[in-house]
């Protein structure tokens, strides 16, 4: 029965690391398997992605800039500014 427990035990710890190890050979720039051409739209992918979430980042801030400024209390002239703008040019000081 032991013996049983630990071929179980070593059988899924080999799996493991047999599937750790398919995903480290994935992060490898200098995987032999992969041909040149898609290594290199690999990488031109990677920089696209990089440049659109730095994109996203500054509309965030942009965003969060222009919904403050709707925000904010919009100071209204005086009510003998907006009299005198009403009156026709001839009554006007």
Known sequence: MASRCRTDFLDGFLEGAHLMAKALVGHLRSDQRIPHGLAQENQRLHRRVSDLEALVLRLQVENDR????????????????????????????
Request: hydrophobic share 50%; proline share 14%; no cysteine.
């Open 66 to 93: 222009l919904q403050l400024e709707l925000e904010r209390p919009v100071s209204e002239p005086p009510a003998a500014a907006l009299e005198t703008e009403m009156l026709p040019a001839l009554f006007r000081a």
